[in-house]
């Protein structure tokens, strides 16, 4: 069975940048055809998806996030990362990890992480 778990600090500063780890187990990051995804949920709002990185290692992302996200891979640890620079007061949210299949429906997920931003 797949499983996911997200890592990190629940706490970060404003204009610090956000950094947060997926832990994969039950699958390879590796494994063709699937896409490991952040996405996540503000408070009172709907899920955004945020970026993602493909079992080839290329990356995507979300348009209005791109030029402040980088998604990495450890695929020694099975781990991937996301990184979100410059954080506002519009970035807390819980932050999930997924894994997506090559229609785009997600199969797995982490069960989330709270983030905060605060000084």
């Known amino acids: 069975q797949v499983q996911l778990q997200e890592s990190g600090p629940g706490l970060v500063k404003p204009s610090q940048t956000l950094s947060l780890t997926c832990t994969v187990s039950g699958d390879s990051i590796t494994t063709n055809y699937y896409y490991w995804s952040w996405i996540r949920q503000p408070p009172g709002k709907g899920l955004e998806w945020i970026g993602a990185i493909a079992y080839s290692g290329s990356t995507y992302y979300s348009p209005s996030l791109k030029s402040r996200t980088s998604i990495s891979r450890d695929t020694s640890k099975n781990q991937f990362t996301l990184q979100l620079s410059s954080v506002t007061p519009e970035d807390p949210a819980v932050y999930y990890c997924?894994?997506?299949?090559?229609?785009?429906?997600?199969?797995?997920w982490g069960q989330g992480t709270q983030v905060t931003v605060s000084s």
């Open positions: 997924a894994r997506a299949g090559e229609l785009g429906a997600f199969g797995y």
